[in-house]
């Protein structure tokens, strides 16, 4: 077996430097008060000796892990399945790592993973947690609160009970959803329907209440639960064909959805746009460039509002530390954009 070279320590540096210990100490964890010549010295030795921090005594001198919870409310293979999972993930990641702090993904796939992740945000693992796809019966916000970590929620919150301090971010689901059925409603289409996505998530609420907005006197027959999945729109697909064999149009809740409602549709000898004309939400490229046809969308920056999250979170948690950042974050509201291909 080959030996393994011991570990450079804080001592090796400071000997290397010809510094005091207390000065390495201060260089490597962030702290004032060392000269400049000093800091470079110190810094040299580091790299040439190959040191590496030990996390968990830096820990204990400057409260900080650099590390950072991310809480996802839905089953593994829901958010390994859902490119907008990883587009989310992606912007949070590239923030994340810009810092310098470490990604620790949670999922919950039912009650007891709640408890479990509640008592790993409480037992001091991670410093902040960013949050997305709850669901309005959720336990997590009040384990989270309990667990007193600096928190950002993706999506505006729809739970009861105090929101006070409460940072989120979102698009705007209810604009963006308006735009699609004016767009549908400009295109000469009646008989427009549409496929919502959970309706225990405040972006499905707010997308039907953006729908409602434009068509006020809808025939109820026109609006069927879906479940922001492909196999939930062909399912709602179906159920609309056989309630309103009439319709022209689909405002589908997200473009997974509008991406099973458009196999139906095939399968059923309905042309797209010229019999049903179809417009998605979230303009997931991967999705939306290759239905067949090309999908009309509403997008939002998914990479950018994890970008964001991270930024204000990590923002968040340097005011708690005590370091001069400005004023509190606070939430923000993304705007959407149609974006116009052949389905309509």
Known sequence: M??????????????????????????????DGVREPLVERVRKAVEELGYVPNQAARSLVTRRHDAIAVVVAEPETRVF???????????????????DNQLVLLLTEGRDDHARVGRYLAGGHVDGAL????????????????????????????WS???RGVVYVDSD???????AV????????????????A??????????????????????????????????????????????????AVFAANDLTAAGALRVLRASGRQVPDDVAVVGFDDMLPVAEQTDPALTTVRQDIEEMGRLMARLLLRGVDRRAGEPVGGAPSSVVLPTTLVRRASA
């Open 131 to 158: 949050v997305f796809s709850l669901h309005l019966d959720d336990p997590l916000p009040g384990l989270i609160q309990r667990a007193g970590v600096p928190t950002v929620f993706g999506g505006r919150p729809g």
């Open 199 to 248: 309706l225990d998530q405040t972006s499905a609420v707010d997308r039907l209440d953006g729908y409602r907005d434009v068509m006020v006197d809808a025939d109820p027959d026109l609006i069927v639960e879906g479940d922001f999945t492909p196999s939930g729109g062909e399912r709602a697909m179906r159920e609309l064909l056989a309630r309103c064999p009439d319709l022209d």
């Open 182 to 197: 004016r767009h549908l409603a400009g295109l000469g289409r009646t008989r427009i329907a549409h496929i919502t996505g």
């Open 81 to 99: 399945a859902d490119p907008f999972f990883a587009l989310q993930l992606r912007g949070i990641s590239k923030e994340l790592t810009a810092h």
């Open 2 to 31: 080959t030996e393994t070279a011991p570990r450079p320590t804080l001592e090796a540096v400071a000997a290397r430097a010809g510094v005091s210990r207390a000065t390495v100490s201060r260089v490597v964890n962030g702290g």
């Open 173 to 179: 689901n209810r604009g963006g959803a308006r735009d």
């Open 161 to 163: 009970g105090d929101r």
